[in-house]
């Protein structure tokens, strides 16, 4: 079971980027689904998760009203959308696997997560 992130890169401020996470050997549906992030030197911060379900989204409150996140069954994919981007938001983005199945809610902790991405990396500057 493994995720893999993609969609990190370069944006000037005010810019959108939308990561994906890609589960295999698993489905995801079955799983809150999790982003994170961590700036060098700091530690890493949750900012938004998904429930099994889909019917529950949590955003931390320096990404609310900025960033979404979606899911798409099919693909076994979830989105994560950043729009109007801050020089804040460079990060390595992480996205992570509940550790316990059909979870009713989800939350923004890294200790819940079990399976974890290799990470993509997302830079704004102008």
């Known amino acids: 079971s493994q995720l893999v992130e993609s969609g990190g890169g370069l944006v000037q401020p005010g810019g959108s980027l939308r990561l994906s996470c890609v589960g295999s050997g698993f489905t995801l549906e079955y799983y809150a689904i999790g982003w994170f992030r961590q700036a060098p030197g700091k530690e890493r911060e949750g900012i938004s998760c998904?429930?099994?379900?889909?019917?529950?989204?949590n955003f931390a409150d320096s990404v609310k009203g900025r960033f979404t996140i979606s899911r798409d069954i099919a693909r076994n994919t979830v989105y994560l959308h950043m729009n109007n981007l801050k020089p804040e938001d460079t990060a390595v983005y992480y996205c992570?696997?509940?550790?316990?199945?059909?979870?009713?809610?989800?939350?923004?902790?890294?200790?819940?997560?079990?399976?974890w991405g290799q990470g993509t990396p997302a830079s704004v500057s102008s």
């Open positions: 992570a696997a509940d550790a316990l199945a059909l979870r009713a809610v989800c939350h923004i902790v890294p200790s819940e997560y079990k399976i």
């Open positions: 998904i429930s099994s379900s889909g019917e529950t989204t």
